[in-house]
């Protein structure tokens, strides 16, 4: 099997079955982002208690790599204190648009979306997801 088909997997079984695909209620933290280019749309509810994010929750209506980055990132960043949640938003979006490289360990299967920053128009639909976090995070005042 090539890498790209395994990395195709990845989304496509993201896609099909994303993780977290819920809205919390009270969803007083909700943040709804709109990506008219490809005409994903996602609302994304996130809980935190005391310094970590204790739950991120995303509908997510798009693309496959909108939903599958929105499903990976929900994944990764529960449980993780609301510093690295922020630090991986950071480092991720920076990767998207050109910056210096991240470990495979540090994106586990966030790496089969690295190949997304050749693609200038699909690198919103990879990012949007992430913007929602960073929002909903400050929206919470953390
Ligand atoms: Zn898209």
């Known amino acids: 099997m090539e890498l790209d088909d ?3 997997e990845i989304i496509l079984d993201h896609y099909k ?3 977290h695909h819920r809205t919390l ?4 933290t909700l943040v709804d982002e709109e990506n008219p280019t490809c005409g994903d749309h996602i609302k994304l509810t996130a809980r935190v208690e005391g310094v970590r994010v ?4 995303v509908e997510c209506q798009g693309c496959a790599i909108c939903t599958a980055s929105a499903s990976m990132m929900a994944e990764k960043v529960v449980g ?3 510093d690295g949640a922020r630090s991986l938003v950071q480092s991720f979006t920076a990767l998207m648009r050109g ?3 991240v ?4 994106l586990g299967d966030l790496v089969s979306l690295r190949g997304v920053r050749h693609y200038p128009l699909r690198v919103k639909c ?7 976090l960073e929002s909903a995070l400050k929206k919470l005042g953390v």
């Open 6 to 8: 395994l990395y195709q």
């Open 17 to 19: 079955h994303p993780r």
């Open 25 to 28: 209620t009270p969803a007083e």
């Open 54 to 57: 204790a739950e991120v929750a």
């Open 80 to 82: 993780l204190p609301v």
């Open 99 to 101: 910056g210096p490289d």
């Open 103 to 106: 470990s495979d360990e540090v």
């Open 126 to 132: 990879a990012t949007m997801p992430w913007h929602a």
